[in-house]
Structures are given as structure tokens and as C-alpha cells.
């Protein structure tokens, strides 16, 4: 269980999963392994479902079907037995509250809160969930600002910042978590072409670092060159998965073909 | 890690021109177009305005030496000061309950969702005057109010005259019932805050209360603020009901009370108006920074005045240009287009 942050120990097991958004099944059985200290890469169109797979991985969604896994810890549920059968027990707000603070994640609409500064974003969930003091969050908050590249925009609020910049705080936001993994959902597709350059940079940074990072986006230049795991997904489901270099170069599905000829 | 502010370059505010020290040339400078309509209405309004001074000032039915005396009068001014504590504590218990009954509006819990339906059905559909009175007559419906298990023993009880006194009835009265309109104040502006506000609260691994009150609320505020400083004026003249209880202290009785005594109820009226604008004037400031404390963040120019930030009103485009992460201002810089007289020269 506490290997170092090395080797092929899977951070994120997803086996199986399905997901009903009512009658639309949205998930039609996901399986994807992201072993530690790696970055996966979620391409697709849009509507295949990507953001799901994120959102499930977080619990902002109740799964349909099927078990994830964070570093060996099932999310959501307790396996248990009733009445002699194994059963699964649906845990409860606080514990589900404190899966979620293991895992960072990264929003397309950023989801800065307007009311605080960057600098007070990015304390907040550190005062309030990791009950670290304020001297303490404030000075991780400058140290992650800073390597953000955000130190001179600490006491602005996101009103005042520009895309690129908000992502970056929501980004730092993030990592004062001192999250295992972190999952980014589109994190530059409400950016300005110009302004997306900034916000993959930090990201890059960051997986260089060895952080376990999922990120789901339409930025090939950034699968290609970061990337360890590379999949494409269509209609719910996995269509290819592969390097880099074999799904982007050397497609074997038509469908994974069709996309990246329309993308570029 | 790298650090990544100010890979770009500046943006520069380009130089002077050397003549004027106007970095635009050709500033225009246009003959304005007129607003005769604007003077025209100012005469009008300054007539109509005359008009209503001299009706008041010249007819003596309104006997101002008489508005002089009473208006700082010992009854009258304890009558201001009743109808203040009226309105603030009722205010107060309005709001407080308000935010409970919105909570369980939106609670998961079906039982809650429906006690805070039924509460607001049923004090917002009966009259606050039906209610005021009904407060009033609370000790003959209940001589004796006993804390304990419904049909079981008791444990405290108290005598309902010495617990609910005239002025705790008006203020449960006032308050109770503003709490089922607040109510859906609070509401609309919890609704108002962006889903994605609690998503990311929630992906920070923050508890649901902790999310309703470091993230949700505050947002909430800035919506809430205002038709609440409606409803805290209204409350103000609101409180003249209270004699239904009977309660015979507030600023309306009071005047009331010498007009009927002195045979002069237009001056008296006049006394009672002029308290409840003053009133109204001094909560209309005080709306007006709490509203500005709430908005902060959301008006870009006003910066919150916290810990006394970074320049005063730095703009979304000046950060970003600022933070020269954007390559626009350089490459138009780069393409040397004639801008700024001499501003190539400058370099």
C-alpha cells in the first residue's frame, strides 16, 4: 500500500463503468489503469462522455455501475456483507468529503470564488478542510502562487484576472491540497487561443514533477509531449488507448482516425 | 519549479509625444451635442418645487411652530426609539429564520423541505395584522407555556403574561411573519450563486455547511442585500401595526397620542413623517456599504478594501496586459505601425 510514488502501482483502477444520466447511458463500461506518477491523456469528441470519467473519478456523480479505485481505496461505497452476501455500503457526506480532498481537480470554467482573492482562494479549503492555520495556508498559498508564476496577482480578485491567469490559481487552488492525483477537465477550453500557452506550461511543470495527472482536452500538441497513456473515447466507451506516438501518429481505429483529422 | 510572470514583454504605455504630451494624436475634441430637454425639465422641476414649498410654508394648517415643538418631544423620541429596537429585532429574527427556512427549502430531508412549505404558506397567507393580534392574545390562549414531552411530564413551565410582554409579542409577531417573505428572498439568492461554485468547493473536499457558509452565502449576499434593505424600511413603518397587540410605545402611537390630546393631528403627522424619512435616510446609508462590502469581487472597480491590496482600480484588461502573457500589444508594437508620433524613435 505505501510503495513510494514509483514503478507501475495503478493510482486510478476504473473497472467496468457505466453511467445513467436517466435514460441516457452515457458510460457504457470504462476500464482504465493510470499507474502512478503518470499522466493520462482523455481525448474525444465531445459528448463521449471524458468529462464523466473525471466527474465519476471525484464523486461529483453517482456511478451506475462498476468500482473505482484511488491508490487502492474503492470511491464511494465500503464492500461489506449483508445478510451473508457481500453487499456495497454507500459511505457517507464527510467520508466521501475526504476521498475528494485527496484528488485536485481543475474546471473549464475555472470556478475561482469571485468573492475572495487569489490568494484567499487558494487558502480556503486549506483552513477549512485541512484545519491548517492561516499562517500556515498563507504561506503555501504565496509558495504555489509563485511557482504558478502569479505572485504579483495574489491579492486580485478573479474579476481582475484574465483567463489564463484564473486557471492558474484554480490550478494552485488545487494543489494546496497536496493532492495524490489531479484530474483536469478541459482546462483550456474556455481560454483565449492566446492565453492557452500559460496554463499547459504549468501543467507540464507539474507532470514533470511526477504528479499522477488525468487530463481530459482537445490540446494534441500537449498529449503528444506529456502524455504516457493516451486514450480515445467515443460514444461512452474506449475506442483506442496506446502512447502517444501510437494513437496520435499511427491510429488503428477509423473512428480515432476520423477525429484526429478533424481536430487538426 | 519555473517561474512563468513576465515571460513576455511589457506592455508599454508607449512615449509621449514630444510636443503635447498627448501620447494620441489627433485627440478629438468635438463640439458636444446639446440637451435643451435638460435645462427645459430643470425649470419646470425647479417651478413644481417652489410650488410645493410655498403650499407648504404659507398655509398655516400645517403650523410648523407646533411640528418645532413636538418633534423632539420626550414621548415622541422614546416613540422613535421603540420603533427602532421594533424594527431591528424583528429584522433580526426575520433574518435568522429566513436563512433556516431557505436551508430547508433546499435540504435533502423531504420532512424539512416541507415544514419550511408549510411555514411560508401559512404566514405569508395571513394577514400581519391577524397575526399581531393573535400574539397579543397568546397568554388567554395559553395562561401557561410548559417545556416537556407533548402528553408526558413537564419540566419548566412558565406564566405566558410575564414571558410574552407586549413588545415580545410585537417583535414574534413582526418577526415571524417577515421571516416567511425573507425567506424566499434568501431563496432566490442561494439560487443565484453558480453550480460550479459548489463543485469546486465540493471537489476541495469541503463539508456541505462549510460550502453553504465560506462559499454559497456570501455570494448570496450581494443578491440578498437589497430587496432586504427594501423589506428593513418597510418593516420601519410596518411596525405602526403593532397597536393591534396592543403595544403603545412606537413612534406612530406616540404622535397619535399627543394629536388626540392637543386637538393638532396634521402637525403631528408631519412630526411622525419627518422621523420615519430620517430614519429611512440613515438605513438607506447603511445599505448601501453593506452592499458595497457584499459586491466585492463582483465590481471590478471598487476593490474590497481588505488588507489594502495592489493599486486601486486595476481592470481585467490591465491585468492581462500587465502580465504580458498576451503577445498583442508587442507585435503591434514590432509591426512599427505609426502610432504615438515618434514612437518608434523612442526605442
Known amino acids: ?264 | 519549479m519555473s517561474d512563468l510572470a513576465g515571460q513576455g514583454r511589457t506592455a508599454s504605455s508607449g512615449p509621449a509625444s514630444p510636443s503635447t504630451g498627448d501620447p494620441v494624436p489627433d485627440r478629438i475634441h468635438a463640439v458636444p451635442v446639446r440637451h435643451p430637454g435638460r435645462w427645459l425639465s430643470a425649470v419646470v422641476v425647479l417651478v413644481l418645487a417652489a410650488m410645493v414649498v410655498h403650499a407648504l410654508v404659507t398655509n398655516d394648517k400645517f403650523d410648523w411652530p407646533t411640528v418645532g415643538k413636538y418633534l423632539f418631544n420626550e414621548q415622541v423620541v422614546r416613540g422613535v426609539g421603540w420603533t427602532l429596537w421594533l424594527t431591528v429585532a424583528s429584522m433580526i429574527l426575520g433574518i435568522v429564520l429566513a436563512v433556516l427556512l431557505a436551508i430547508m427549502r433546499r435540504s435533502d430531508n423531504p420532512v424539512m423541505r416541507s415544514v419550511s412549505w408549510v411555514y411560508i404558506w401559512f404566514f405569508r397567507g395571513t394577514p400581519i395584522y391577524t397575526q399581531l393580534v393573535f400574539w397579543g392574545l397568546i397568554s388567554v390562549l395559553y395562561p401557561k407555556i410548559s417545556l416537556g414531552v407533548p402528553f408526558g411530564p413537564e419540566w419548566f413551565h412558565f406564566t405566558t403574561t410575564e414571558l410574552v410582554t407586549a413588545s415580545r409579542a410585537a417583535i414574534l409577531g413582526l418577526g415571524l411573519n417577515e421571516a416567511a417573505y425573507l425567506a424566499e428572498i434568501v431563496r432566490a439568492g442561494l439560487q443565484s450563486v453558480d453550480r460550479g461554485q459548489e463543485e469546486a468547493a465540493r471537489a476541495l473536499g469541503m463539508k456541505d455547511s462549510t460550502i453553504l457558509r465560506r462559499i454559497v452565502l456570501p455570494q448570496a449576499m450581494r443578491v440578498i442585500v437589497p430587496p432586504t434593505g427594501n423589506e428593513t424600511i418597510s418593516m420601519l413603518k410596518t411596525t405602526s401595526l403593532v397597536l393591534a397587540v396592543p403595544f403603545t410605545l412606537d413612534l406612530q402611537f406616540a404622535t397619535n397620542a399627543i394629536a388626540s390630546r392637543t386637538f393638532q393631528p396634521i402637525p403631528l403627522l408631519v412630526v411622525a413623517a419627518i422621523w420615519y424619512l430620517a430614519i429611512t435616510s440613515v438605513l438607506m446609508v447603511g445599505q448601501h456599504y453593506l452592499e458595497r462590502y457584499y459586491g466585492r469581487g463582483f465590481d471590478e472597480h471598487h476593490r474590497g478594501g481588505r488588507r489594502g491590496g495592489p493599486g486601486g482600480r486595476t481592470t481585467r484588461q490591465e491585468a492581462i496586459a500587465e502580465a504580458g502573457t498576451t503577445p498583442d500589444i508587442a507585435v503591434f508594437d514590432d509591426m512599427g505601425r505609426p502610432h504615438a508620433g515618434g514612437a518608434g524613435g523612442a526605442r
Request: glycine letters at 10%; one cysteine or more; hydrophobic letters at 40%.
Open chain 1, 1 to 264: 500500500m505505501s510503495e513510494p510514488t514509483t514503478g507501475d502501482a495503478p493510482m486510478v483502477e476504473i473497472a467496468g463503468l457505466h453511467k445513467e444520466f436517466g435514460h441516457l447511458h452515457v458510460l457504457r463500461g470504462i476500464d482504465l489503469v493510470v499507474p502512478k506518477g503518470t499522466v493520462c491523456v482523455v481525448l474525444g469528441p465531445s459528448g463521449s462522455g471524458k468529462s464523466t470519467v473525471l466527474r465519476c473519478v471525484n464523486e461529483l456523480e453517482d456511478i451506475t455501475a462498476g468500482r473505482i479505485r484511488v491508490d487502492g481505496e474503492l470511491m464511494g461505497y465500503r464492500e461489506g456483507t449483508k445478510g451473508g452476501k457481500p453487499a456495497l455500503f454507500r459511505l457517507g457526506s464527510r467520508e466521501i468529503a475526504r476521498q475528494r480532498a485527496r484528488i485536485g481537480m481543475v474546471f473549464q470554467r475555472f470556478n475561482l470564488f469571485p468573492h475572495m482573492t487569489a490568494r484567499q482562494n487558494v487558502m480556503e479549503a486549506q483552513v477549512q478542510v485541512l484545519r491548517r492555520s492561516k499562517a500556515e495556508a498563507g504561506a503555501r498559498a504565496d509558495e504555489l502562487l509563485r511557482r504558478v508564476g502569479l505572485s504579483d496577482r495574489a491579492e486580485h480578485y478573479p474579476a481582475q484576472l484574465s483567463g489564463g491567469q484564473q486557471q492558474r490559481v484554480a490550478i494552485a487552488r488545487a494543489l494546496a491540497m497536496d493532492p495524490e492525483l489531479m484530474l483536469f477537465d478541459e482546462p483550456t477550453s474556455a481560454l483565449d487561443p492566446e492565453l492557452v500557452g500559460e496554463v499547459l506550461a504549468v501543467m507540464r511543470d507539474l507532470a514533470q514533477s511526477g504528479m499522477t495527472m488525468i487530463v481530459v482536452t482537445h490540446e494534441l500538441g500537449f498529449a503528444r509531449e506529456v502524455a504516457d497513456q493516451v486514450v480515445f473515447m467515443a460514444d461512452g466507451a474506449v475506442v483506442e488507448r496506446g502512447t502517444p506516438a501510437e494513437v496520435l501518429d499511427h491510429p488503428r481505429e477509423a473512428r480515432t482516425q476520423e477525429f484526429l483529422s478533424s481536430v487538426l
